[in-house]
Structure formats: C-alpha cells, structure tokens
C-alpha cells in the first residue's frame, strides 16, 4: 500500500504553448544551448550531438519528437538531460520551469486535446493553477521509431 500523502516533484518545460514535466529523479541536469554535431542519416528528431564534459550526449528535438511546430528562427534550445538505462540523453526544449510538486490524486488521463504522436509519450496530466502540466514518459520518448 502506497502512502496516500505522496507527492511527486517534477522539472517542468515549455515546448511551443504547452508545459510538459518529467519526474526529478530523471533529470541529470539542466543546460544552456550547446553546440550540436549533425549526424548524417540519424532519425529526424535527433538534432545532434553534444559533448556533456567529455561525453557524448544525444539530443533529441522534443518539438519534431511529438510533431509541434518548429521552433522560431533565432530561438535557441535549453538542454533537459535526462537519464536512462541505456545512458544520458538531451531533450531540446524551449524554455526551462521550475521544480513543481503536485499532488498524486490530481493526476489525469492525458486530455483530448493531445493529440497524435504526443499521445503516446504523455502518461497523463496534472492541473497547476494557471496551466496543464503533462507528464512525458521519458523512456516511450528516447525510443525513437525507426524509418519506413
């Protein structure tokens, strides 16, 4: 039995007009734009490489990985690096939140008004006082799909 006052700390983002969250734990660190290495023929979500003190991180686009307009001309990305069993990974974002907590028994199916790819990758949602919070499910979302 789990305890029922158990709440949950997210690291929030914004990716176009949306804010998304990803459970703290998860997070390795939050950066500055970096400079990214193209790799040719890679997945068209993959962005790139950056070198993460030494290592060799991967960046994915999270606005091409859950099929949201481009990001505007000039803007540059932040960095969520975020940690799975096959090692770190950098998500492209918009623009970096704060660490919020939320209470379990306000967790919600992912609204209708999420649609598509993005669907697939949120596990479900949380209403803040002013704005949705979705929870992305971080290791759906590093498993790229391989092209046709």
Do not use: W
Request: proline fraction near 6%.
């Amino acid at each position: 039995m789990t305890d029922m006052t158990t709440d949950n700390e997210f690291c929030t983002f914004r990716l176009d007009h949306l804010t998304f969250g990803i459970e703290v734990h998860q997070v390795q660190e939050v950066i500055r734009p970096q400079a990214l290495t193209a790799v040719p023929r890679s997945n068209p979500v993959v962005q790139g490489l950056i070198n993460l003190r030494g290592q060799i991180v991967t960046a994915i686009d999270l606005r091409r990985r859950l099929e949201l307009p481009e990001r505007p001309e000039g803007q540059e990305a932040m960095n969520v690096v975020v940690r799975t069993p096959e090692g770190e990974v950098s998500f492209l974002v918009d623009e970096i939140g704060d660490v919020v907590h939320v209470d379990e028994h306000s967790f919600e199916t992912p609204p209708d008004t999420v649609e598509g790819v993005a669907r697939e990758l949120i596990t479900g949602a949380y209403k803040l006082d002013d704005r949705l919070l979705l929870i992305l499910d971080v290791q759906r979302t590093v498993q790229l799909p391989t092209a046709a």
